[in-house]
């Protein structure tokens, strides 16, 4: 990052100066001790587990130049040297940080929210955008709080796009992160049940995700909206932003044709912008609800000038994160790896590439599923759904573990599925369950760390 100085520091920030000449600055911040490099300056969080308070003394000795500390804690006697302030919070601390800091830097700054779909959506914009441009963004699940200003203060001189994933898990967050990082251009992929737990009905998500048109709506921005999603008249009656839609229909601003998949589930798809044909792109990961991601990157793409050729290139060699959709063969099986975390909405796509997988390879299908959580009071009657779902699509065989996947064995039926209480139970049975040539999707919550089965199958 830029050098700030401690004079701005502390203007920014409202903290105490404890020692430190005015002169000196940091360039580089960190939160974590096991990763600290020497110069870095740092910030001890606390988390429900753990205080990184009592973690002041490794940094300095690690290197660090200096750190901040909360009013009440005991700081350790140290030799004269490190740049020391007070504040009343340190997380408030990190995001004034944050939100100065960002502001400071003439870029772009895209936001991206929904309930599925935000993080490949991110990977697919970043690859076009950095082809020819330098762009900085939030990494892995770098999405919230934390993890947002942390990403803000990497980004560094001469960076014309901030590509920044926003997550929540209750109202006025998704409007606190927007806010941090001055959103220029917003996109909203799609509205589901995640996080259902912490809201009273869909409505409420619908609206706490449409949060982050606020500020584009201040500052003549655009909301890039999935008009795919039924939600998306909902949004678009309760925000005051310029929309831009994108979606299957062809008289929408941005849109696509389908074309078939190869046999691994990966679509091409033909980006229009209104009834002009834009670009031709063949997708490197699989699943059909990856074109509407596609589609969403590729117009906020074309919106900020970027070349057809240029959007074509960075889609089809998007280097999306881990655990997504992934698909490959192992053991003369084709695993169907979508680990990262699962929703009704999600999980209905994921079974949709078993079937078509299956069904090209003429191979058995079987779903390996887990609990999807924070569903709040119909889980139940979610899982539930699920199974009928994957037994509607011809789904050959079921295997699921946990308290609410058997919920998804009533759903599909007795016959052709296997519950088991937890995750080593079901993979001792794994073993002996699969053959050669079967297809196996791999789909469940992060908590539920599904791609740990893969390695043993």
Request: charged share 25%.
């Amino acid at each position: 990052m830029e050098k700030i100085n401690l004079k701005d520091l502390q203007k920014w920030t409202k903290a105490e100066k404890i020692s430190g000449e005015d002169t000196r600055f940091i360039d580089s911040i960190s939160t974590d001790t096991r990763t600290i490099t020497r110069g870095q300056f740092f910030i001890p969080l606390k988390g429900q587990n753990f205080d990184g308070h009592h973690y002041i003394q490794q940094a300095v000795s690690r290197g660090a130049c200096g750190f901040v500390y909360e009013r009440g804690f005991p700081v350790p006697d140290l030799d004269p040297g490190p740049i020391i302030f007070q504040s009343r919070d340190n997380l408030s601390f990190l995001q004034r940080l944050a939100f100065h800091y960002i502001r400071r830097i003439k870029l772009v700054v895209v936001g991206i929210t929904g309930s599925v779909g935000k993080t490949t959506t991110k990977d697919m914009l970043v690859s076009v955008l950095k082809r020819k441009h330098k762009v900085c963004y939030t990494p892995k699940n770098y999405n919230n709080e934390i993890g947002v200003p942390k990403a803000v203060l990497d980004i560094g001189k001469d960076t014309k796009y901030f590509v920044a994933e926003l997550a929540m898990r209750k109202k006025g967050q998704i409007r606190q992160l927007a806010e941090m990082i001055d959103v220029d251009i917003a996109v909203i992929t799609a509205i589901g049940e995640s996080h259902l737990e912490f809201f009273n009905n869909i409505s409420e998500i619908a609206l706490a995700k449409a949060e982050i048109a606020s500020f584009p709506g201040k500052k003549k921005g655009v909301l890039f909206l999935n008009h795919d999603s039924p939600w998306a008249d909902f949004i678009k009656q309760r925000v005051n932003c310029r929309i831009i839609g994108f979606g299957t229909n062809n008289s929408l601003d941005y849109n696509f044709i389908g074309q078939q998949p190869d046999v691994y589930g990966k679509y091409s798809f033909i980006f229009c912008k209104k009834d002009s044909r834009i670009a031709h792109v063949r997708l490197n990961i699989a699943g059909a609800h990856n074109m509407v991601n596609g589609c969403a990157a590729a117009a906020v793409s074309d919106w900020l000038g970027i070349d057809p050729e240029d959007i074509s290139r960075g889609l089809e060699n998007a280097a999306v994160e881990e655990n997504r959709m992934a698909v490959f063969e192992k053991d003369a099986m084709i695993i169907i790896n979508d680990c990262y975390n699962a929703s009704p909405i999600s999980v209905a796509s994921a079974l949709d590439t078993l079937q078509h997988i299956a069904h090209a390879k003429s191979a058995r299908s079987v779903a390996i599923l887990s609990d999807m959580l924070e569903l709040g009071q119909n889980a139940a009657k979610m899982h539930c759904q699920v199974g009928m779902d994957a037994k509607q699509k011809n789904i050959d065989c079921l295997l699921a573990f946990g308290t609410l996947a058997k919920h998804i064995c009533k759903g599909f039926g007795a016959e052709k599925s296997v519950y088991f209480e937890d995750k080593q139970q079901m993979v001792k049975h794994i073993k002996g369950y699969l053959k050669k040539g079967d297809v196996v999707l791999l789909k469940g919550s992060r908590a539920n760390k599904m791609e740990e089965i893969i390695k043993q199958i």
